[in-house]
């Protein structure tokens, strides 16, 4: 298998703040990562698909500005919520793919108070 | 044409029974349908996974049934045990699920395996 680890496993900010997550691939190189937006019980939604040394390519309805990813390097994607509200508490979920598997991270539980 | 429709939503069973999972999708583009196993709190992880070639793969007690032309496939868990309870998810994507293909995901189904 492959291991992709995401930080912070839970995240509680105030409203107006902006929160980064970070997505890494510990023992594979990813040119490109996923980033995917879960609410509760209910699906994976793909937000970006992050590619590394280029922009990151957004998903229909899914506010670039928003929603900033950087991936610096083959093995670390970022995604920053900026300007945080309430109504983007959800569970954020990274991937990166290896020989043609995704493996997805263990999720960053956002709440914004 | 991109969705992948996943019933039934919960699912109940007993242990030692068989957990059955339906997906459709009308997209005939779609070569790659994996099953992704879901624990509360957790990101989805990798069941098992099936292209178009084969009507059926098995791996331990977990089996995927595809049909190609009604374009549906199903889970099977066999003899389910307590430990299987989670949520499951099917997906598709074109090309094989690799670095640049997106993943579509079903709506996910919370299956309960009662001891």
């Known amino acids: 298998g492959a291991v992709v680890s995401q930080h912070p496993s839970r995240v509680i900010c105030k409203s107006g703040t902006s929160v980064k997550i970070e997505c890494r691939s510990l023992d594979f190189q990813a040119t490109t990562m996923f980033w995917y937006r879960q609410f509760p019980k209910k699906s994976l939604m793909l937000m970006a698909t992050?590619?590394?040394?280029?922009?990151?390519?957004?998903e229909q309805g899914v506010e670039k500005d928003k929603f900033l990813i950087n991936h610096a390097s083959l093995t670390l994607s970022t995604l920053t919520v900026t300007s945080a509200h309430p109504e983007d508490s959800s569970f954020y979920i990274c991937s990166a793919t290896k020989l043609n598997i995704q493996y997805f991270g263990a999720g960053t539980r956002l709440s914004v108070l | 044409q991109q969705q992948v429709k996943q019933s039934p939503q919960s699912l109940i069973v007993q242990k030692g029974g068989i957990s059955i999972i339906n997906c459709a999708y009308e997209?005939?583009?779609?070569?790659?349908f994996p099953w992704y196993q879901q624990f509360p709190g957790k990101g989805p992880a990798l069941l098992i996974a099936?292209?178009?070639?084969?009507s059926e793969k098995k791996e331990g007690r977990f089996t995927i049934s595809f049909n190609k032309s009604a374009k549906q496939f199903s889970l099977h868990i066999m003899d389910s045990q307590p430990g299987d309870s989670a949520t499951y998810f099917c997906?598709?994507?074109?090309?094989?699920?690799?670095?640049?293909?997106?993943?579509?995901f079903g709506t996910g189904t919370l299956l309960a395996v009662q001891p």
């Open positions: 997209n005939t583009a779609f070569d790659y």
């Open positions: 099936i292209r178009p070639d084969v």
């Open positions: 992050s590619n590394e040394g280029s922009k990151a390519t957004y």
């Open positions: 997906a598709a994507s074109r090309g094989y699920g690799g670095a640049t293909n997106k993943l579509i």
